[in-house]
């Protein structure tokens, strides 16, 4: 008996596509030629209220990133906001702009270095026409660990953010942030209990203001991971043997750590830090035996105790 040959025939290309709804172009009578469209952003006239910021946010790009701990060059992929500012006589900005100075430094291999990105919203300030520009990068930083007894290794990643700004004739400012996961254990459930402590996934997120005209000499990424790290109840282990969680247990045991506890050990490191003119530390511990959360913050400027004296 011969096969029966069940292969589909079907319409051309265009003839599916008019079926399914396409329609051909209708004739135009607006120009096609940039040079002879209309240009509404540059419209000038008393547009009620300048604005301080105004650009594209929740862009992804590639960027390279140098790091103090291993690996010590890594690519991650930032989440970028551009902005710049717009006086009241203007209509709007050109925000093609924006993505075009991105091209130009992602063609040109750029890093997350403060000095980069110095030069970065400066040119952006003159490419706009404008006299403010931010740039804002939110990134995953990835680091590595060791476990404390066998010593595997394994990589951590913490969420990093850089906002730098520029202003015409002032000077750069520049906020770096790190948002990191840390163990805390209850003081209070090892007070009262006989035995054992309930523990819960601290997050810890610190700010800095800090000059970028004077860099820290260390990496900013690796500062403020070790603030959090090191006064928390335990760090945490992307790998772990049964000698390893015998140890960090203990450990987390050994420095119980209110809410309270985690903001004020990390502001007196951050206190400490001489780049860090001015800082903010919240920390949110997702409680093992409430529906609620526990969340405390500081916020801290050095700058107000030398204007005291």
């Known amino acids: 008996m011969q096969p029966t040959n069940t292969k589909k025939t079907f319409p051309a290309k265009p003839e599916r596509h008019r079926r399914f709804g396409s329609t051909d172009p209708i004739p135009g009578s607006k120009p096609t030629r940039k040079e002879q469209m209309a240009d509404l952003q540059n419209r000038r006239e008393d547009y009620l209220f300048p604005i301080d910021h105004v650009g594209i946010c929740q862009v992804q790009q590639p960027i390279r990133v140098l790091s103090e701990l291993e690996p010590k060059s890594q690519t991650s992929i930032a989440t970028i906001a551009l902005t710049t500012s717009l006086p009241r006589e203007s209509k709007g900005i050109n925000m093609s702009r924006l993505t075009e100075q991105l091209e130009v430094y992602r063609q040109q291999g750029w890093t997350c270095q403060l000095a980069e990105l110095c030069g970065f919203v400066a040119e952006l300030a003159d490419r706009m026409g404008q006299d403010n520009a931010e740039i804002t990068l939110t990134f995953p930083w990835f680091y590595e660990r060791s476990a404390p007894v066998s010593a595997r290794t394994g990589l951590n990643h913490a969420e990093a953010s850089i906002k730098v700004a520029y202003g015409k004739g002032q000077p750069f400012t520049a906020a770096v942030s790190l948002r990191v996961a840390v163990t805390t254990l209850c003081p209070c459930s090892k007070e009262i209990s006989e035995y054992s402590a309930h523990n819960q996934r601290g997050m810890v997120t610190m700010t ?20 959090a790290e090191s006064n928390a109840s335990s760090a945490l282990h992307p790998v772990l043997k049964r000698p390893d969680e015998k140890r960090v247990t203990e450990q987390a045991y050994e420095n119980p750590r209110f809410v309270e506890d985690m903001v004020r050990l990390v502001a007196a490191d951050l206190y400490e830090l001489e780049v860090a003119q001015a800082f903010t ?7 093992s035996i409430h529906m609620h959360d526990a969340y405390a913050k500081i916020t801290y400027d050095k700058r107000k105790e030398e204007e005291a004296r």
């Open 208 to 227: 800095a203001e800090i000059d970028p005209a004077s860099p820290p000499v260390r990496d900013w990424k690796a500062m403020l991971l070790e603030a």
């Open 281 to 287: 530390v919240e920390c949110r511990n997702e409680e």
